[in-house]
């Protein structure tokens, strides 16, 4: 298989299966995944989107009929397959809205890719899938109302209430977006949004502009937390606040019982986890204070998820209702 990276790992015994595939900014990951959602099969690609968007649309059916071959060779059937990808999605008219990071807009994506690969599929949100996944699979299993938070390059959320995503047709989870701080611009047009301060993104900026030395990124910064920097305690309990700032905002709405920290900032653990916290928890009177915890699924999450939205599409029951449609 050119181009791809490909892991298999043991043999499914159903010989039913679905395909899961989650669409990164820079890389796709795809499963053949089994009634038990265990991936019987993955696969890894670069998301060509430096080529354009309709070069991301050829790469997805390119992985998801490789995946296709895959179950094949497994002697299993595809009964499904399940996509999610970033930005604004309206998983009611299976339409990828917008990407800022791809570059499509109001595109029948769902639709789409059925007609090119001959599957039925449905389209999803990379993060709301991901937040299905850990209530299904990961650190909110069992719970009903939970705020499932991804903070990495950007920041975005999945609102899960009384089992069942909260979509507003695609437009709802845009955490980062909240405005926490005055003055810093955002690239939506916005000002002082919670992705000025708290992404890993801004914290590394932040760090190079208040001492003139550039960092790879905040991992490096937690590092130098660590150590006691003066500087990078000074970004860090600037973005932790931020963090904390936008979840009592939530808090107060919402109610969730449970909130769920994932992305690549989560990897910092406690040194993250605590302050947020503790401001959180110091923002709050009446309002019942949720849990929260870390992520246990890491980058898994959105695969996982999109084959929990393909299993459902296909009529085995899940713990969670993902109502939307299906392009067949």
Known sequence: MVGAEAARSGQSRDPECVIALDVGGTGMKGAVVDR???????????????????????????????????ATERGATVRHAGVVVPGIVDEDLQKAVWSANIGWRDLPLGAILAARTGL??????????????????????????????????GIAAALVCDGRPVRSGGFAGELGHVVVRAGTACACG????????????????????????????????????ETGD?????????????????????????APELIVVGGGLAEADRLLLDPVRDGLTARLTFQRVPLLV???????????????MAWQAAGHRIPITLTGASSS
């Open 294 to 308: 870390r992520a246990e699924l890491g980058d898994r999450a959105g695969c996982l998820g999109a084959g929990l």
């Open 230 to 254: 003066r500087a990078a305690r000074a970004v860090w309990s600037s973005a932790t606040e931020g963090l904390a700032e936008a979840l009592a905002a939530v808090t107060t709405l919402v």
């Open 190 to 225: 916005g000002t002082g949004c919670l992705e000025t301060v708290a992404s890993a993104s801004a914290i590394a900026t932040a760090y190079g502009a208040r001492t003139g030395r550039s960092v790879a990124g905040a991992a490096d910064v937690a590092a130098l937390v």
């Open 36 to 70: 038990s959602v265990k991936p019987v099969a993955t696969l890894h690609l670069p998301t060509p989107r430096a080529d354009g968007p309709e070069a991301v649309v050829d790469a997805i059916a390119g992985a998801l009929l490789a995946l296709t071959d895959m």
């Open 120 to 153: 039925r599929v449905t389209l999803g949100h990379d993060v709301r899938a991901g937040g299905v996944g850990e209530c299904v699979l990961g650190a909110a299993r069992g719970a009903q109302n939970v705020l499932f938070v991804a903070v990495g390059t």
